[in-house]
């Protein structure tokens, strides 16, 4: 009976403590570890909040690599660009500065429960693109005809996409066996310019960009080196005695050619009261040549040689000066509308014959015809003329003829090939009397 007794007492006894017994909260994160894209050179931080911590600890792990980092607010690691901190409650910060490549990878907050508790956050290291130096870039020479290859490495984090450009806008040329391309733009690190020709010469740009602003750039320049080739647009230039007159040559060399005139007997035309020369580039590898003579006197007539020589070669070319005689002052004209369309009998002088006047008639219309089907047969003739009214042109308002200084106006030389031509240009050039 007393044994039953003390059983029950003591099963009361060890209900009561075990009432009494509180049971353990465990430490929990009550927010997860943020990831992180960062450029290069910049800071950032890792924040891991953790609630009912007690006596455990916090730990930083880079988990990729396994290294201890941190304990609590003691550093492990010795890196300078690491540190920890702690609010005195319920946050740690991991810090890292001037953040590097290396520096990517996965970051771990733990605490040292059993069994353990961790969150885990990334860290991804983004670096702008930059352009490795290369000896193209310092510029590279070929023959008209020749081959280039430029190269252009990148470098950078995501890996840079590289493109290429002209720099004045213009298209890339590229050649094979096949075919010729012409494209606003190239991708690739290497850009092969192959039968380059002058007009593909001059600066192509190198433009580097990935995800992380901002995109380089690299200038690379293309010269193509060729003999000067001269070329002139007006051959035959007429202008009346005490005017100025400009004579013109276009030149195309690479490298730039020394440009020089001459007369035909050798002598060099250096500038003074008579001569003024002046160039002007009209791009890489075009200039035009200008040559004014002043006051022109009769001697300055004839021909004048544009030179032009680099180091591949020479060529020379011809502008001839030829004296215009301009008409006579004469009072002003008026002219007016003939309204009788009725044909006339024309007077024919005794001992001519009709037939032979319209015969001559009828072979200079062929000429003119001729001419006028073969404009760029030979160069072009500059005149000043006074103006003029064409045979078989009417007017509906009186037309004055003035007697003013007259303009420049281009004429083909093609029209002078046949004599006839020349006396019917030569008489509308002559005062006229109606």
Not at 122 to 128: A, G, K, R
Not at 210 to 239: E, G, M, W
Not at 287 to 307: A, H, I, P
Not at 359 to 385: V, Y
Request: contains cysteine.
């Amino acid at each position: 009976m007393a044994a039953r007794k003390l059983a029950a007492l003591l099963a009361a006894i060890l209900q009561l403590c075990l009432c009494q017994i509180t049971p353990e909260v465990l430490p929990e994160f009550l927010a997860p570890l943020e990831n992180h894209t960062v450029i290069q050179g910049r800071d950032v931080f890792f924040t891991c909040v953790v609630n009912h911590l007690q006596s455990y600890k916090v730990a930083w792990i880079k988990s990729d690599s396994r290294a201890i980092l941190a304990i609590h607010t003691h550093m492990v690691a010795h890196n300078n660009r690491l540190s920890v901190t702690h609010n005195g409650h319920n946050t740690w910060k991991l810090h890292v500065s001037n953040v590097q490549k290396n520096d990517s990878g996965t970051y771990m907050c733990q605490v040292n429960t059993d069994p353990m508790r961790s969150q885990m956050g990334y860290m991804q290291v983004v670096i702008p693109p930059d352009i490795m130096d290369d000896e193209s870039a310092d510029g590279m020479v070929t023959h008209e005809g020749g081959n280039i290859r430029l190269r252009c490495v990148a470098t950078g984090s995501p890996k840079p996409t590289v493109t290429w450009k002209r720099e004045d806008g213009r298209n890339i040329i590229l050649r094979d066996e096949i075919q010729k391309q012409s494209i606003k733009s190239f991708v690739g690190e290497t850009l092969e310019l192959t039968g380059v020709q002058r007009q593909e010469m001059g600066t192509y740009l190198c433009i580097a960009s990935n995800t992380v602003p901002p995109s380089v750039s690299k200038r690379y320049s293309v010269d193509v080196h060729f003999q000067p080739v001269i070329k002139v647009r007006n051959q035959l230039v007429a202008a009346p005695v005490d005017s100025d007159v400009v004579l013109q040559c276009y030149v195309e060399a690479s490298p730039q050619a020394m440009n020089t005139w001459y007369k035909p007997s050798g002598e060099k035309l250096l500038p003074s009261d008579k001569y003024a020369m002046s160039e002007y580039a009209l791009n890489d590898y075009s200039w035009q040549m200008n040559l004014t003579v002043k006051s022109l006197e009769k001697r300055d007539f004839g021909e004048y040689v544009c030179s032009s020589v680099n180091a591949l070669g020479k060529m020379d070319s011809t502008v001839r000066l030829q004296e215009l005689h301009l008409s006579a002052k004469t009072t002003p004209t008026t002219l007016t509308k003939n309204t009788d369309l009725r044909p006339r009998k024309k007077l024919v002088p005794k001992g001519k014959k009709k037939n032979s006047i319209n015969g001559r008639r009828g072979h200079a219309g062929g000429d003119d015809a001729d001419s006028a089907g073969n404009d760029d047969d030979l160069g072009t003739t500059q005149i000043m003329a006074g103006s003029t009214l064409q045979e078989g042109q009417r007017t509906d308002r009186p037309l004055v003829v003035p007697s003013l200084s007259p303009p420049w106006v281009i004429l083909n030389t093609a029209n002078f090939r046949h004599p006839s031509v020349s006396a019917i240009l030569l008489l509308l050039l002559l005062p006229t009397t109606l």
